[in-house]
């Protein structure tokens, strides 16, 4: 069975402090694939990121970054210099090859205080 | 920028009565989903169409929602009768055959059922 965890269930940080949410899965699958998303509060589901089984590579995008470990199925998201425009709630998911399936985690909600 | 378009965004209703949410996918995707997100949780998949067809259902209680997507277009989901324990968000979202790993969400219909 597919699983994702994400253990922290909200976070505060004052605004330009770095701050990582944690994202740790469970799957069977060899080929799989991860995902970040963000949900502010109007409630939409805005995509960041996905990651395939095979690229372990790590990724940053501007002020983002992302941690992918298969050795400790982990797959952690950064935030560099935080604002309070990141302050939402961030979900990790998992779909198993032939995207049928997502499954996400119960998310970690970001406050971010000026 | 093409949007996934949900309605109503909010709906309250009593138990026992029945209740419809419509999405209109991104125009030529051909992969549409719908999932309810529960306060505090991770949305949860009830159902995918490729096209006008299901190709999961398994977490849909079948015995009082029901989905469909005749022309393989917009989308109905219905739940009749409503519980108290549906109370949540319904989210559509809508992918490329092409692009199906990047799933952009729609608004949601927040439903409260008294």
């Known amino acids: 069975a597919q699983k994702v965890t994400q253990a922290q269930t909200e976070i505060s940080v004052v605004e330009k402090e770095d701050v990582t949410l944690d994202c740790v899965y469970e799957t069977r699958d060899t080929t799989y694939y991860l995902f970040w998303y963000k949900q502010p509060p109007s409630g939409e589901l805005v995509f960041l990121i996905r990651r395939n089984s095979f690229d372990e590579q790590n990724e940053i995008s501007g002020r983002y970054s992302w941690n992918f470990q298969k050795s400790t199925s982990s797959f952690n998201f950064t935030i560099t210099a935080s604002q309070v425009v990141d302050s939402a709630v961030y979900f990790c998911a998992l779909s198993e090859a032939g995207f049928n399936k997502f499954y996400f985690g119960s998310g970690t909600k970001l406050n971010v205080k000026p | 920028e093409a949007e996934v378009a949900q309605s109503p965004r909010y709906k309250i209703t009593e138990k026992s009565q029945a209740v419809a949410f419509w999405c209109d996918p991104i125009s030529g995707h051909a992969t549409l989903y719908w999932y309810r997100q529960i306060l505090g949780q991770g949305p949860e998949l009830l159902v995918q169409?490729?096209?006008?067809?299901?190709?999961?259902d398994s977490q849909l209680p079948k015995d009082r929602f029901s989905a469909e997507r005749l022309k393989g277009v917009d989308s109905t989901l219905k739940i009749q009768p409503a519980e108290l324990g549906d109370s949540a968000m319904y989210l559509c979202?809508?992918?490329?055959?092409?692009?199906?790993?990047?799933?952009?969400f729609g608004p949601g219909t927040r439903l409260l059922v008294l």
């Open positions: 169409f490729q096209d006008e067809s299901v190709v999961d």
């Open positions: 979202a809508s992918s490329s055959l092409l692009r199906r790993e990047t799933q952009y």
